[in-house]
């Protein structure tokens, strides 16, 4: 995987929830918008599970836009002509921080001697480039889905670094359906012939695993009326079913599309351990097991948005985390957005998220 | 007396006036965050509960720390004394129980701020009297069949609900035709009524 970012390599190794360290760490990330002079105007943008540092700037891959376009840039919501955005690649991914697919301090890929690690530990990366780049308190952390753990975890676990903290379409901790659907995935990866226990980065990639993780995990982002509206029971290119199993439905032709050009920008060992990452993560059993306890004393304002369609992380977990806040005394706002498109709507077209999230940056 | 210049509804003026600067306050029911908005121009940190989505984007819009919510079950994750005050506007008499409601104000807020139409006022008793239908007045304007108000309450009633609840009525305001009258047979001239508890 190419990387054409700025990186910066932590200081020192990088301690890990799971035990160990890891030994050098690169970060790599993008930013949009200048950084004033006193470093008050930056926000930490926190990317979802095969998201990257590419907010608003082409994917060096596929070359498409960047993922929030539509959200991040001058006169946008999160309006780069105020704003200093910084958006890291998370480590364990594959887009030029430290990961599965880099090379271990023998010189060969790391595969899955890669250690396990936690959301936590993406975002103790993370706050070692903030420490890099000389930045001691955010305007903002705000993210999606996984973006949304790490917003959570900074301000749970590193509470003085930032002054706002967004959290969309996201949760405190993996149900028992997220962490059935991972291990879906993940047992499709396993089960490619060419995953070889890991270790293919000399060969062929386990593409038909990783594509298949993709395509499940691609439903779950999605809702039935959306997939409805969207396809219906339409036939792909044809004017009868075939009776046989090529992609009759357009549904099923989107789905293979889908996991074929993920696994272009994207390394399954990567997804197998941001995917444990996500697995793993339970704010409140970092925190004593009461997630109140997370965020006690805590003198950041929260926002926290769902989507009534929404049925990954539905409304009910971002409720869990909003009386939470409530009982430590924290000044929370939640809303739940109407939208028709499940999960995925974060990203979307949702005009009403737009005015939250600008009203709330301020 | 006119609307004040900032344009508050009467109840939510006073309240506004009573508050001191820099106060802690949660407002529950806050609607689109009029009374909060005031607040903060007093350096208050105020906080709110709104059950419609609409005023939720509404008010965090404007950069208000807003929880969408019913607040007949969100209350309880409120630490006891979380707030200098708590106000309660025009919402009482649309709570599943409002005597818990009560209860849960006065825990969460050292003092409270209740408004509320009063159910007794001489036009709605006409109405009632006169008409035989239940009453659509001008502070009571929804048909029984579409409104809010399940528990409609009375100035007495509610001087009787505080009083069973331990709670001690600081102030009192009354109002008609959205101007302050006199405490002289409030339970029947009175359209709104204010009252600060506290416990």
């Known amino acids: 995987m190419s990387a054409t970012s700025p990186t910066i390599t932590l200081p020192g190794p990088l301690p890990l929830d799971g035990g160990g360290e890891l030994a050098r760490v690169e970060v790599a990330f993008e930013t949009y918008g200048e950084l004033n002079a006193d470093r008050s105007n930056a926000i930490l943008l926190c990317h979802a599970l095969t998201g990257d540092q590419y907010v608003a700037s082409a994917h060096p891959i596929t070359g498409k836009p960047g993922w929030w376009e539509r959200m991040v840039g001058p006169q946008l919501p999160i309006d780069t002509d105020r704003y200093h955005v910084i958006c890291a690649n998370v480590i364990g991914s594959c887009m030029g921080s430290t990961g599965p697919a880099s090379e271990a301090p023998d010189g060969t890929p790391y595969a899955m001697r890669f250690p396990v690690i936690t959301i936590r530990d993406m975002v103790r990366a993370h706050v070692g480039l903030l420490d890099a780049l000389g930045i001691d308190r955010l305007h903002a952390v705000v993210g999606g889905s996984m973006g949304g753990m790490q917003a959570l975890s900074l301000a749970a676990n590193w509470p003085d670094r930032t002054a706002r903290v967004l959290v969309i379409a996201s949760t405190s901790r993996h149900s028992a359906q997220n962490i059935a659907f991972h291990e879906l995935g993940r047992q499709a990866i396993m089960a490619d012939p060419r995953w070889k226990q890991g270790s293919y980065y000399e060969g062929e990639a386990p593409d038909n695993g990783l594509a298949v993780a993709r395509m499940a995990a691609h439903i779950t982002y999605l809702s039935e009326e959306a997939l409805t509206g969207k396809f219906g029971r339409n036939l792909q290119d044809r004017d009868a079913k075939s009776f046989g199993f090529d992609a009759d439905f357009q549904v099923e032709s989107y789905l293979r599309y889908q996991g074929s050009g993920f696994t272009r920008r994207f390394d399954a060992n990567s997804y197998l351990y941001i995917t444990r990452a996500m697995d793993y993560f339970d704010l409140a059993e970092e925190h004593g097991g009461r997630l109140a306890n997370a965020f006690a004393g805590t003198d950041a304002r929260f926002c926290l948005v769902s989507f009534d369609s929404d049925w990954l992380y539905p409304t009910a977990e971002s409720r869990h985390v909003v009386h939470a806040l409530n009982a430590a005394g924290a000044a929370v706002s939640f809303v739940e957005l109407s939208a028709p498109h499940g999960h995925d709507s974060f990203l979307l077209d949702v005009p009403a998220l737009d005015r939250v999230i600008g009203g709330f940056l301020g | ?199």
């Open chain 2, 1 to 199: 007396m006119s609307r004040p210049a900032n344009g508050l509804r009467p109840d939510l003026a006073v309240i506004a006036g009573q508050i001191e600067p820099g106060s802690r306050v949660l407002d529950i029911g806050c609607g689109d965050g009029a009374l909060m908005l005031a607040l903060r121009e007093k350096a208050c940190d105020v906080r709110g509960i709104e059950i419609d989505g609409a005023c939720v984007e509404r008010c965090v819009s404007q950069g208000l720390s807003v929880v969408q919510g019913d607040a007949d079950r969100d209350l309880g994750d409120y630490p006891d004394k979380g707030f200098d005050y708590a106000v309660l506007s025009q919402t009482l008499q649309t709570a599943e129980r409002p005597d818990r409601m009560l209860g849960e104000l006065l825990r969460v807020g050292r003092r409270a701020f209740i408004s509320f139409p009063n159910f007794a006022h001489w036009r709605t008793r006409a109405a009632l009297m006169l008409g035989g239908r239940m009453p659509v007045t001008r502070s009571i304007p929804v048909s029984w069949y579409e409104t809010q108000n399940i528990h409609h309450v009375t100035i007495l009633d509610f001087r009787d609900l505080a009083a069973e609840k331990g709670a001690t009525i600081v102030r009192d305001w009354y109002f008609a035709k959205e101007r302050p009258i006199g405490r002289l047979a409030a339970n029947s001239r009175a359209e709104f009524a204010v009252f600060e508890l506290a416990r």
